[in-house]
């Protein structure tokens, strides 16, 4: 069965996720991780994206993001990984691609599903969000929750919505992520970004589908039922 293309849908929000070969890490050192983010925040700002979040684990990259088109993120991710790649591989004295193939990604219902999908960059969906838990060194975690401003993040406007003041949008986060997310969500979004299944509602999923000819569902499983013939009297 052919590939679906990736799906990419302009001025709205995009889960991503980017992968090293075999899984291999793609950061050896925070001197890797500020060098990427660095080359991150230029090319999305080459290309116009703004970027609500982004977290570098040892062996992925984590985005949220939104395109100004549909070609944006593509173009971005594919100016980022080849400047990384080539850096890495001098630095670390290798060969050979750094990355997992192509990045995966979906879009993601802003309302509904934008800070579930920002707890999933930034947190791994945890509850441990102190400097010495499971939350990577260079994210913008700390953007988020009030510790240090970040000018390469762009926050949302369901962000924005949690509090009128920043002191309230970051208790409100804080509150959010300590809580922790259900682990039925955090697969749901795992799976949903290596598949590339929009995450929404019924109504969301209508609407995409009237600005894009992909499938955005998986085909049900086994063979189409056949009608049943009436035989007459």
Same mark, same amino acid.
């Given at each position: ?70 070609? !944006? ?11 990384? +790649? ?6 670390? +004295? ?32 945890? !509850?441990?969000?102190?400097? %010495?838990?499971? %939350? ?24 924005? /919505? ?9 208790? /409100? ?6 809580? +922790? ?5 955090? !697969? ?12 929404? !509602?019924?109504?969301?999923? /209508? ?27």
């Amino acid at each position: 069965m052919a590939r679906l293309p990736r799906l990419s849908v302009a001025n709205l929000p995009h889960l991503m996720v980017q992968r090293g070969h075999n899984r291999q890490a793609v950061f050896l050192d925070d001197e890797d991780r500020l060098l990427f983010r660095t080359l991150l925040g230029e090319a999305a700002r080459s290309e116009g994206v703004s970027l609500h979040a982004y977290a570098l684990y040892d062996e992925e990259v984590r985005l949220l993001a939104t395109p100004p088109k549909a070609e !944006s993120l593509g173009r971005m991710m594919q100016v980022l990984g080849r400047r990384y +790649g080539a850096a890495f591989n001098r630095r670390h +004295g290798r060969t050979g691609g750094l990355w997992e193939g192509r990045f995966r990604a979906t879009v993601v219902e802003p309302s509904a599903r934008l800070l579930d999908a920002m707890s999933f960059v930034e947190n791994d969906g945890g !509850s441990h969000i102190g400097e %010495a838990g499971g %939350a990577p060194t260079v994210s913008s975690l700390g953007h988020h929750l009030g510790r240090r401003h970040d000018p390469m993040v762009a926050d949302h406007p369901v962000y924005w /919505a949690l509090g009128n003041t920043p002191f309230d949008r970051e208790a /409100a986060y804080r509150s959010r992520l300590q809580a +922790g997310m259900a682990e039925r969500t955090r !697969s749901e979004l795992s799976n949903a970004v290596l598949k590339g299944w929009p995450v929404g !509602s019924e109504g969301f999923l /209508a609407s995409l589908a009237q600005l894009t000819d992909r499938r955005l569902a998986p085909l049900k499983r086994g063979r189409p039922r056949k009608a049943e013939m009436t035989v007459p009297n």
